[in-house]
């Protein structure tokens, strides 16, 4: 990057910081440091669901995610709209009603103590490792600019999330979200249109998007069905994204705390409502969006010649090993191919814009080419495993940056790199905000108990704030290790979702227990969630190894059943304690 580029990102860095910190400003007691002492407008609220949501994954990955798969990938969020309005109905009065900090103390008053903690510990498990990962995604992006070791750059970037949430708390993160939002929107609508305005002058918009058609890549819209029947194993379809896709939102938005901790944060029960609705109805034109970029930038590299591998870090330290010499034969080859891709691209535009009955034979040739071009990038990647077993081949989270580092205006590239910081921090704050606020309300002070003198309640409660600033710098530790274990995780945006699907089905099945089957006791639920959970585990691990054909979306729907119906049986089962 050149030095406007790092000023650039430096002092809008900076200056985002300053400005949530400056906002961050409250009592410094739990409901403070938390909740935002429940103060925070529906539009605030909005923001920082979206900017919880919206983590450097999302901008990093998914446009990789569209790039090598297509749009389809959209067709999970489907059934997040179906899940705001159940949440806003069922969830948001309940828990503004009893003014809890998180929503498993409600599962102590409905159940009992050992199903609150189990709960919790479930949620604590499943973000603590996603926000891990998410820690991992602007790593890469350092390690990549920089050169430096991903080990000494999750540390960095670790690092300066622990002091940016420590410090600030819930308001921080909502106030910050609120800029940062606006100025991811702003750079990567820029990133689109220099996507567009650096292909060919003779190819339009709606070109681009008829070549990137032709290629496969909008493919917004699959049923999954096939001459066999409904295919379980496509992860990405309309009925496991309306059905599978509602079930993990609902669990997601309505019994992870990292969001509810979020509208928690509201004046009342309307402002909750109308973040999480009006949630529902911008999240899916975002993605949509942010995964068109991917569709247009795979269209962009039909018209120009693009990387073989787009880690370029990687490449060039394994061309000086002895397979350097077969990488670049494999590039040699590579670009070739490309520069047949150029011609055949150009001659079907020429063809759409002549209305050639030759469209369908230059429309074959795109695909049979990409499909040569697709080898040999998989030929590419299996040298560079030759190479050095522990080298990770999958460049999915790299294809965006690679893009903005080559071929955006110097300014805009420390913009650009800046953004997707921002969409890390937010994201990763309000969560780390999330696990202190469940460690310290779910354990350390439901099982600590505490000598509290009457006329020592400010001390107390600046007591309780400092140690949830130590929880919040723990989890900080922790989440850093785990993104040291995150480089063969393939795709983040698919990674962070399917972890969170061995969890948020079984967390999701307590809750719905808890709402909708009023005689069911908290021994019943408890063993039921157990239960499912080891199910779930089952399913995933005899998914992995080829035994069953089952898209992790499901897994959400079979957690969240299993937990329903075995709390049912369990209650028909276990005997009752009888009234004295």
Request: with cysteine; charged share 15%.
């Amino acid at each position: 990057m050149s030095s406007i580029d790092w000023i650039v990102l430096v002092v809008t860095l900076a200056c985002i910081v300053a400005y949530g910190l400056y906002k961050s400003r409250t009592s410094k007691n739990l409901e403070g440091y938390f909740l935002s002492n429940r103060s925070m407008p529906w539009h605030l609220v909005l923001l920082s669901i979206m900017g919880t949501q919206a983590s450097a994954i999302t901008f990093l990955s998914a446009p990789g995610q569209a790039f090598t798969d297509g749009m389809r990938f959209v067709q999970y969020y489907f059934g997040l709209p179906l899940a705001m309005i159940v949440i806003s109905v069922s969830f948001v009065p309940l828990f503004k009603k009893l003014k809890v900090f998180t929503a498993y103390e409600f599962l102590e008053q409905r159940f009992d103590v050992k199903t609150r903690t189990f709960t919790s510990a479930l949620f604590l498990l499943s973000r603590g490792f996603s926000t891990g990962i998410s820690i991992y995604a602007p790593s890469i992006i350092l390690s990549s600019l920089l050169g430096w070791d991903i080990f000494w750059t999750n540390i960095i970037m670790g690092g300066i999330l622990i002091i940016y949430t420590v410090t600030g708390g819930a308001k921080a993160v909502a106030y910050t979200q609120q800029l940062q939002l606006a100025i991811i929107f702003s750079a990567m609508f820029i990133a689109g249109y220099f996507i567009v305005h650096n292909l060919p002058a003779n190819v339009s918009f709606s070109d681009a998007l008829k070549v990137s058609g032709a290629s496969g890549k909008l493919n917004v819209i699959t049923t999954g069905i096939t001459d066999k029947g409904f295919d379980w194993k496509d992860k990405y379809n309309l009925i496991s994204g309306l059905v599978g896709g509602f079930f993990l939102s609902l669990s997601y938005f309505g019994t992870d705390q990292s969001q509810v901790g979020r509208y928690l944060t509201a004046k009342d029960v309307t402002e909750s409502r109308i973040g999480l609705l009006m949630n529902g109805l911008v999240k899916v034109p975002m993605q949509f969006l942010i995964l068109l970029l991917g569709a247009l930038l795979f269209t962009y590299y039909q018209f120009n010649t693009g990387p073989v591998f787009f880690n370029k870090a990687v490449s060039e330290k394994v061309y000086t090993s002895a397979y350097g010499d077969s990488l670049k034969t494999v590039q040699k080859n590579y670009d070739i191919a490309s520069a047949k891709q150029t011609v055949i691209a150009n001659q079907y535009v020429d063809a759409l814009h002549n209305n050639s009955t030759n469209i369908e034979q230059f429309k074959d040739s795109l695909q049979q080419n990409n499909t040569q071009i697709g080898s040999l990038r998989t030929q590419y990647k299996t040298y560079l495993k030759k190479a050095d077993s522990g080298t990770d081949t999958n460049d999915t989270n790299y294809i965006f940056i690679r893009f903005v580092v080559d071929n955006l205006p110097v300014g805009l590239v420390g913009l650009l790199i800046a953004i997707i910081f921002l969409a890390s921090w937010g994201s990763i704050a309000a969560a780390l905000n999330s696990l202190a606020s469940c460690t310290m309300i779910d354990f350390y002070l439901r099982f600590k108990k505490h000598k509290v003198h009457p006329n020592k309640k400010d001390v107390e409660d600046l007591k309780k704030y400092k140690q949830s600033r130590w929880a919040t710098f723990g989890w900080g530790v922790f989440c850093i290790v785990v993104a040291q274990y995150s480089s063969r995780l393939g795709s983040l945006i698919e990674a962070v979702n399917i972890f969170g699907s061995l969890f948020y089905g079984v967390i999701l099945g307590i809750f719905l227990v808890a709402f909708y089957m009023k005689r069911i006791n908290g021994n019943a639920v408890f063993w039921g969630a157990v239960i499912g959970e080891l199910i779930v585990v089952l399913l995933f691990i005899l998914d992995n190894n080829g035994t069953i054909g089952l898209g992790f979306l499901w897994l959400n729907v079979a957690g969240a059943l299993a937990v329903v119906v075995l709390s049912w049986l369990a209650d028909k089962l276990i005997p009752k304690k009888q009234a004295v």
